[in-house]
């Protein structure tokens, strides 16, 4: 019989621990976790570290942060190997299968929800390097072919799919010649963009046959927020001290008496649900499916609803418990238009009956 080994541990005189061979399989990790509990400089070393490389050099100490002109800091990659520089330069293009695909999801969910008299609408998100290209640095250039959100377009619309997609690009193009829209440090929209994103929103569903009316930028009472410290990106960077940035946040506190959270009867794992009622809402039960950009979103949304649930899934799962428990008049699914790198539809099998519209 193998004699089991353990790693062991004892504790000197001076109050440390020393360790010695057992468990290989457990000892780095053990190790380590040593280590970082006992270098108490290790953040201020690695801060300084990056500090040298970003101001000697000039190159981003991460490779999940690019360095762009004037500041400006963009996503290069996000997690699950989501390739933003690749999109952005347009050199991993979708295959015909691709486009299929999404296709057929996309029809598959709108059939289904035309069936049972529910509307829907497919957001996409512009990339911050998308909407601000002029401060991507010289180095990263696109390329001459189309990106994989306009091959999708371009192909829903030779195949004269029904689905409603949502471009926010030349909205977006045209609102930034006057104001920002996204944060110079943070891979996000700022309270503008999501503003914009919203008005665009209540404007489609009226073209949709669900009428409501946004309310006018000046109506928003704007506070300016002043801030020792820069967004996602630049803590990212480790360097969230030196790329420090004030922002504009949108003042919603009139909401309070107009608005009521909902209690939660779903428990997905790994999903955030918020379910909110208005008093004022002229528009029916709606589920709102998101990512992370999807709440600033919310308090622009919620007063329009009589009900709404905003679901966090990152992989946009069509969840038909929910669907049928909630019986809603509209769904919205929210995407950032990055995920197109690395995102492809899943459907139930109830949906997946039919390849494509009759």
């Known amino acids: 019989n193998p004699v089991k080994i353990q790693l062991a541990?004892?504790?000197?005189?001076?109050?440390?621990?020393r360790f010695w061979m057992a468990d290989p399989f457990n000892t780095f990790r053990q190790f380590q976790d040593e280590f970082n509990r006992n270098l108490y400089l290790r953040g201020d070393v690695i801060k300084a570290s990056n500090y040298f490389r970003h101001y000697i050099f000039r190159t981003s100490p991460v490779d999940k942060?690019?360095?762009?002109?004037?500041?400006?800091?963009?996503?290069?990659?996000?997690?699950?190997?989501?390739?933003?520089?690749?999109?952005?330069?347009?050199?991993?293009?979708?295959?015909?299968?691709?486009?299929?695909?999404?296709?057929n999801a996309l029809e598959a969910r709108h059939r289904y929800l035309k069936s049972r008299g529910i509307h829907y609408l497919f957001v996409v998100v512009p990339n911050k390097s998308t909407v601000y290209s002029e401060y991507m640095p010289n180095h990263i250039r696109r390329s001459s072919n189309a990106n994989r959100?306009?091959?999708?377009?371009?192909h829903l619309k030779k195949s004269g799919s029904p689905v409603q997609i949502m471009d926010l690009r030349p909205l977006f193009f045209n609102q930034k010649k006057t104001q920002k829209?996204?944060?110079?440090?943070?891979?996000?929209?700022?309270?503008?963009?999501?503003?914009?994103a919203y008005r665009e929103i209540i404007r489609k569903l009226r073209q949709m046959g669900i009428k409501s009316f946004e309310k006018p930028l000046k109506s928003f009472k704007k506070v300016r927020i002043n801030r020792h410290m820069g967004g996602d990106l630049a803590q990212m960077l480790s360097?969230?001290?030196?790329?420090?940035?004030?922002?504009?946040?949108?003042?919603?506190?009139?909401?309070?008496?107009?608005?009521k959270r909902c209690p939660n009867p779903y428990k997905?794992?790994?999903?955030?649900?918020?379910?909110?009622?208005?008093?004022?809402?002229?528009?029916?039960?709606?589920?709102?499916?998101?990512d992370s950009f999807g709440y600033k979103l919310k308090p622009?949304?919620?007063?329009?609803?009589?009900?709404?649930?905003?679901?966090?899934?990152?992989?946009?799962?069509?969840?038909?418990?929910?669907?049928?428990c909630e019986k809603p008049v509209l769904v919205i699914e929210e995407m950032a238009e990055r995920f197109f790198m690395v995102r492809q539809l899943k459907n139930p099998p109830e949906l997946q009956s039919k390849p494509s519209l009759d």
């Open 9 to 17: 541990e004892k504790k000197t005189k001076r109050g440390g621990r």
């Open 65 to 103: 942060v690019v360095l762009g002109k004037e500041n400006w800091l963009f996503y290069a990659k996000a997690k699950n190997n989501c390739n933003i520089i690749e999109y952005y330069r347009a050199v991993s293009p979708f295959s015909e299968e691709d486009l299929s695909n999404w296709r």
């Open 149 to 154: 959100f306009d091959q999708l377009l371009g």
């Open 181 to 196: 829209l996204y944060a110079v440090t943070d891979s996000h929209w700022n309270d503008r963009g999501a503003y914009y």
């Open 239 to 259: 360097l969230e001290n030196l790329y420090r940035e004030d922002i504009e946040r949108f003042d919603f506190s009139d909401q309070a008496n107009e608005l």
């Open 268 to 290: 997905k794992p790994f999903v955030d649900i918020d379910i909110k009622s208005s008093s004022s809402g002229d528009i029916g039960t709606t589920i709102v499916v998101h």
């Open 300 to 324: 622009f949304l919620s007063p329009h609803f009589k009900r709404i649930v905003y679901i966090r899934d990152w992989h946009l799962d069509f969840d038909l418990n929910i669907l049928n």
